[in-house]
């Protein structure tokens, strides 16, 4: 059984950074393959950013291609979502979410493959 919290959401401005951490409760976190995901106003939910089990590949969305980024801190069992320069069309539920035993050196974006989710954190990025 795996659990998965995500936090540091909030409310900024257009041109602000911002990193959510997601928290995993695993005995193995090597094991999962990490993703981010998120659901906008009036949207489905859409990947985000993934990366491998080996920590060494990453998948971005175009849309934050060179904005976001994914990392790794395996002595606090946690996957951060670092996000810069926010635009109102970043504003969603941002989640994340666990595959066990996915490929070592690959990502998915595939949401059906991912057993675990986080409850979601909310960014709210105004104009």
């Known amino acids: 059984q795996v659990q998965l919290v995500e936090s540091g959401g909030g409310l900024v401005q257009t041109g602000d950074s911002l990193r959510l951490p997601c928290a995993v409760s695993?005995?193995?976190?090597?094991?999962?393959?990490m993703g981010w995901f998120r659901q906008g106003p009036a949207k489905e939910r859409e990947f985000v950013a993934a990366i491998s089990r080996s920590g060494t590949r990453f998948d971005y969305a175009d849309s934050v291609m060179g904005r976001f980024t994914v990392s790794i801190d395996d002595a606090k069992n946690t996957v951060y979502l670092q996000m810069n320069n926010l635009t109102p069309e970043d504003t969603a539920v941002y989640y994340c979410?666990?595959?066990?035993?996915?490929?070592?050196?690959?990502?998915?974006?595939?949401?059906?493959?991912?057993?675990?989710w986080g409850q979601g954190t909310r960014v709210t990025v105004s104009p």
């Open positions: 695993a005995r193995t976190f090597s094991d999962y393959q």
């Open positions: 979410a666990a595959k066990y035993l996915g490929s070592y050196f690959h990502t998915s974006r595939a949401q059906n493959e991912y057993e675990f």
